[in-house]
Antibody, heavy 120, light 107 residues
Framework: QLQLQESGPGLVKPSETLSLTCTVSNDSIRRESYYWDWVRQPPGKGLEWIGSIYYTGSTFYNPSLKSRVTISIDTSKNQFSLKVNSVTAADTAVYYC????????????WGQGTLVTVSS | DVQMTQSPSSLSASVGDRVTITCRASHRISNNLNWYQHKPGKAPKVLIHAASSLQSGVSSRFSGSGSGTDFTLTISSLQPEDFATYYCQESYSLPFTFGPGTKVDIK
């Protein structure tokens, strides 16, 4: 069974960079039929799509965050990563990594999520 | 961006009840609509994709319908494990957007 696991600091200072990694287990991140995405959920709020990456390195970002977000992939480690620059308290959220099915564009596997708090 | 709304925002129901949740898109999105179940501290779980296709392994008590702008998720007979928050998500265009969620709790 495919597993995704987020990792990274749980606390980030305002104006600094949030960095998270998602490790994919039990399947290759090079599968052509899937994208690898990040979704977040601020406390008490709904889900927000952040962006995605294909195994070739092609990326797609939410315009609301595009200027501050970078998603990268390391196929040798079966991992993909998220960086959000210049964070504020509004970036406090549970961050999920997920696999998105090519064509159907639905998320069929998700990580458990990791809470990132932006605070000094 | 396609804006998604859901109704109701919350509901209370009993085990065995039939539950219906509605999702509405701001633009016509054909059948590009997916439904997820989310429990606190857990990963969201896809239930329905392409408006009415049951995801493999998901109980048949879940069903979806609709096309265009109006969609419905139905739970035919609510079970204890179904108490959760349900989200719709449009997959018609980037950026993908989710509805605000419908929380289903125990009456």
């Amino acid at each position: 069974q495919l597993q995704l696991q987020e990792s990274g600091p749980g606390l980030v200072k305002p104006s600094e960079t949030l960095s998270l990694t998602c490790t994919v287990s039990n399947d290759s991140i090079r599968r052509e039929s899937y994208y690898w995405d990040w979704v977040r959920q601020p406390p008490g709020k709904g889900l927000e799509w952040i962006g995605s990456i294909y195994y070739t390195g092609s990326t797609f970002y939410n315009p609301s965050l595009k200027s501050r977000v970078t998603i990268s992939i390391d196929t040798s480690k079966n991992q993909f990563s998220l960086k959000v620059n210049s964070v504020t308290a509004a970036d406090t959220a549970v961050y999920y990594c997920a696999r998105r099915v090519y064509g159907g564009d639905f998320f069929d596997y998700w990580g458990q999520g990791t809470l990132v708090t932006v605070s000094s | 961006d396609v804006q998604m709304t859901q109704s109701p925002s919350s509901l209370s129901a009993s085990v065995g009840d039939r539950v219906t949740i509605t999702c509405r898109a701001s633009h016509r999105i054909s059948n590009n609509l997916n439904w997820y179940q989310h429990k606190p501290g857990k990963a969201p779980k896809v239930l329905i994709h392409a408006a009415s296709s049951l995801q493999s392994g998901v109980s048949s008590r879940f069903s979806g319908s609709g096309s265009g702008t109006d969609f419905t998720l139905t739970i035919s007979s609510l079970q204890p494990e179904d108490f959760a928050t349900y989200y719709c998500q449009e997959s018609y265009s980037l950026p993908f957007t989710f509805g605000p969620g419908t929380k289903v709790d125990i009456k």
